[in-house]
């Protein structure tokens, strides 16, 4: 396809509750979408970089730059490119992930909705529901994060995600696994919060029947995490140091990985998650989708690409209202009995609600090709 146009779009979106996780409490996202238009048609992405570089290095402002000073212009210098091949011509700019996955997803959604087909179809998949999980943030109250824990347990959640700290971890998890007995799947999540001297205290959460402890120590930190998988029953999975499907066989062959978080902005695209799900398959990994609170934009194209065979456990794509009061697509993503029904929309699968679109959008930036 040829491309003619790419609006950047900024729009601000309220949390219905803050999100506090190990580094940092999110009240109100600046969300960076992609409209792209080409001669078949136009397709949407969703940036997930965050305001700050809290996760990893990329954020919001610094996505939206790479992308008007260096990504759009290789691509429209490349002529005729497809989605498949966006990887390959945005290769030569190192990093910048998030802001490389928005714009082959834009292009993917174009492509997709040009030949009127859907993204499940597109990786051959045929589940119409995937189990729902749901990430639970860091309070400064244990009555308060078992209040919130019980209400999606009352939504049907088919699993628990709790997000730990050092001095948020061994009481909120034990209080939580009280609460909702013990045959509810729950994992914990440390976002590189720990660091190896932490290794005996993070076994004491084996007591507690975990499906996984995620990321606990520093993204560059493989051999620590080889060292945690050795010595602790729950099994280790790896969030922010799987950035590539290199790093994805590194970790498995190091025995880092005995689960990976699949999260498609982080490692450049829905196309190489599809890579990195297919070598974890192929090495018996289990992988889950993770989330990075986005719109209905991504929810659906993480419902989607949570259907391919080796997403074992549920991932983070929870009911939009988990985050939003109100999505900017026409049908946000529910959950009924703990699952999610896969969208089956041509495209990525959503339609945008535009009059509510434009009434939160901040900027607008059109550069033609
Ligand atoms: O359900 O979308 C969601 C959020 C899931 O906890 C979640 N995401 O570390 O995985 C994470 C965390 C996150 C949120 C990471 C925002 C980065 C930004």
């Known amino acids: 396809m040829r491309f003619e146009r790419l609006e950047l779009r900024r729009i601000g979106l309220e949390l219905v509750v803050p999100f506090r996780t190990s580094f ?66 945005l290769e030569p700019v ?10 082959e997803m834009a292009i993917l959604d174009a492509e997709l909705r040009a030949a009127g087909t859907t993204f499940h179809e597109l990786l051959g998949t045929d589940r119409s529901t995937i189990p729902s999980g749901v990430s639970v943030g860091i309070f400064d109250d244990l009555d308060d ?11 049907g959640y088919a699993r628990i995600k709790l997000k730990i700290e050092p001095g948020w971890d061994l009481e909120p998890v034990r209080l939580v696994r009280d609460l909702i007995g013990p045959d509810m799947p729950l994992q914990v999540d440390a976002n ?78 829905y196309l190489a998650a599809r890579r990195i799900h297919d070598l974890c398959l192929a090495r018996g990994i289990p992988v889950w989708c993770g989330g990075m609170v986005e719109t209905g934009i991504g929810r659906a194209a993480n419902a989607a690409l949570a259907t391919l065979p080796g997403f074992l456990l549920p991932g983070d794509i ?23 029904t896969v969208p089956d929309a041509p495209g990525l699968g959503f339609e945008l609600d535009h009059d509510f679109l434009d009434s939160i959008t901040t900027s607008t930036d059109v550069i033609d090709a």
Not at 145 to 155: E, F, K, S, T
Not at 318 to 336: C, E, G, L, M, W
Request: with cysteine; hydrophobic share 45%.
């Open 94 to 103: 190192h990093g910048h992930p998030m802001a490389k996955a928005a714009l």
């Open 318 to 340: 929870s009911a939009a209202s988990r985050f939003y009061a109100r999505d900017i697509v026409t049908d946000p993503i529910t959950v009924t009995d703990g699952t999610v």
């Open 145 to 155: 994060l078992l209040a919130q824990v019980q209400g999606y347990v009352d939504d």
């Open 24 to 89: 940092g409490t999110e009240l109100h996202r600046d969300i960076l979408l992609v409209h792209v238009t080409t001669d078949v048609g136009d397709g949407w992405g969703e940036c997930v970089a965050m305001s700050a570089p809290f996760y990893s290095s990329e954020f919001v402002d610094g996505a939206d730059l790479v992308i008007r000073q260096h990504l759009w212009p290789m691509l429209t210098a490349a002529g005729d490119v497809r989605a498949a091949d966006v990887a390959g011509v």
């Open 192 to 269: 590189t919060a720990y660091n190896r001297t932490d290794l005996d205290h993070l076994c004491r959460l084996d007591e507690y029947d975990l499906l996984l402890i995620e990321q606990p120590l520093p993204e560059e930190d493989l051999l620590g995490h080889a060292q945690l998988a050795q010595r602790s029953s729950t099994p280790v999975c790896l969030d922010e140091s799987i950035v590539s499907l290199q790093t994805a066989a590194d970790a498995i062959d190091l025995g880092a990985a005995e689960i990976v978080n699949i999260k498609p902005g982080r490692v450049g695209g």
